[in-house]
């Protein structure tokens, strides 16, 4: 069945980038999404990129995309402690569309 | 300003008692969407609705229920057969594209403990 899979935890110092990682099982996939909780919050979308897609750019953030390997990554370059966070990787699949099915995130730790 | 928004924050609730919790948007979202996020997990999907008057069972709907009478608002009810209802709860909403639906947003969240 469907599946998004991630690593639970990534530790990086400030000023160093980022890297987190997520791995789909549904070819059919549309859409893929990264989400950001802060704590006792709900998600936050930070970005997006169409499975047509191979790379997308937003200021800090880069996402790269291989279909071939269903991997898809989030670069978040020169880390602040403000990005102490929880990364939720998700996708849409193409069955009508409704459906995200979100990882199980990856909790970034940013140390001073 | 358009969002959604969830309340209460924190519900404490007894053994036994249903408790509803609210989830309302002004984003004029078609979908709205109840998840529930235990510690170290992921979201799991309670109840969806594409349309007023209509919604389907996610993956973990048994011991909840829902409603869809206006467009703008989605409550969820944990019923006294939710066996482990304590986890925080996210609603969410989409709209609707052609024959897809959009990102999600999401609320605050509830979080609900019982005691």
């Known amino acids: 069945g469907e599946d998004v899979e991630q690593s639970l935890f990534l530790s990086v110092r400030e000023g160093d980038s980022s890297v987190i990682n997520c791995t789909y099982t549904d070819s059919s996939s549309t859409y893929l999404y990264w989400y950001k909780q802060e704590p006792g919050a709900g998600l936050q979308l930070l970005t997006y990129?169409?499975?047509?897609?191979d790379m997308k750019q937003d200021q800090r953030l880069t996402v790269l995309l291989n279909k071939k390997d269903k991997h898809l990554s989030l670069r978040i370059a020169d880390t602040q402690t403000g990005d102490s966070a929880i990364y939720f990787c998700a996708e849409t699949t193409n069955t009508g569309g409704f459906k995200t099915i979100f990882g199980a995130g990856t909790r970034l730790f940013v140390k001073a | 300003d358009g969002g959604i928004t969830q309340s209460p924050k924190y519900l404490f609730r007894k053994e036994g008692q249903n408790v509803t919790l609210s989830c309302e948007q002004n984003?004029?979202?078609?979908?709205m969407y109840w998840y529930r996020q235990d510690p170290g997990q992921g979201l799991r999907l309670i109840y969806y609705s594409q349309i007023v008057n209509d919604f389907q069972k996610g993956d973990i709907a048994e011991g909840y229920s829902v409603s869809r009478e206006k467009k703008e608002s989605f409550p969820l009810t944990v019923t006294s057969a939710q066996k482990n209802p304590t986890a925080f709860y996210l609603c969410?909403?989409?709209?609707?594209?052609?024959?897809?639906?959009?990102?999600?947003?999401f609320g605050p969240g509830t979080r609900l403990t019982v005691l």
């Open positions: 984003l004029n979202h078609d979908a």
């Open positions: 990129i169409f499975s047509n897609m």
């Open positions: 969410a909403s989409s709209r609707r594209t052609g024959n897809s639906y959009n990102e999600q947003f």
